[in-house]
């Protein structure tokens, strides 16, 4: 079957960086995405990964090592607004999102 | 990036009725639109692919008689909820894809369906 696994929940510190884990196994693989869903909204698009390797933008990093089946979000200088959950998604080889349960991350001051 | 757009955001209605929910893609022709439903605290659960001039695709355990979808236009797709009941309460989220599979999803605002 199909697999997506991330941390339920994670905390970190205003200022701090997080980094948020996800791996998958799934028929095929032709990409890779990050959402972020603050409670009550739609997600909204942070990053897509297909190549292995270190994708920069701004204070969020998204990277991807397809041999392992793993991929992680980075957040640097935490703000009070990233609380949220963060989604990790995989397009498989029916360019069918496959959906992780999300990572719940909490901000403290 | 592309604009998909989902009306209502929000719908109190009481059991026993239906319920309509337009997703709209503003500026792209999307063949394929997807149809989220999520529970608090729970993940997006994928209910039904709708295909353009075709019948939708239904994920395994989603009443099809229930969940009507129709999607007559590039543009335009629909999810109506049949008989709604207060367990059918919950947050329904359209997504489309731009053309090339391997585009990012864009999604609706959501709609919160509350079934008194």
């Known amino acids: 079957g199909q697999n997506i696994d991330q941390p339920t929940e994670m905390t970190a510190t205003e200022g701090a960086i997080v980094q948020i884990n996800c791996t998958y196994q799934?028929?095929?693989?032709?990409?890779l995405f990050w959402y972020q869903q603050h409670a009550g909204e739609a997600p909204t698009f942070l990053s897509y990964?297909?190549l292995d390797g270190l994708e920069e933008k701004g204070r969020f990093s998204s990277f991807l090592s397809r041999s392992k089946g793993y991929s992680y979000l980075l957040l640097k200088e935490l703000q009070m607004k990233d609380s949220a959950s963060y989604l990790c998604?995989?397009?498989?080889?029916?360019?069918?999102?496959?959906w992780g349960a999300g990572t719940k991350l909490i901000i403290k001051p | 990036g592309a604009v998909v757009s989902q009306h209502p955001s929000r719908v109190i209605c009481k059991s026993g009725t239906s319920v309509k929910i337009e997703c709209r893609s503003l500026?792209?022709?999307?063949?394929?639109m997807f149809w989220y439903r999520q529970f608090p605290k729970q993940s997006l659960m994928l209910m039904a692919t709708?295909?353009?001039?075709?019948?939708?695709?239904?994920e395994q355990g989603v009443e099809k008689d229930k969940f009507l979808i129709n999607h007559a236009s590039l543009t335009l797709s629909t999810l109506t909820v049949t008989s709604a009941h207060p367990e059918d309460s919950s947050f329904y989220i359209c997504?489309?894809?731009?053309?090339?599979?391997?585009?990012?999803?864009?999604f609706g605002q959501g709609t919160r369906l509350t079934v008194v």
């Open positions: 997504s489309a894809r731009a053309p090339g599979g391997d585009t990012e999803a864009f």
């Open positions: 500026d792209f022709q999307a063949t394929t």
């Open positions: 709708s295909n353009e001039g075709s019948k939708a695709t239904y």
């Open positions: 799934t028929s095929g693989f032709n990409g």
């Open positions: 990964n297909v």
């Open positions: 998604a995989v397009l498989d080889s029916n360019y069918q999102l496959i």
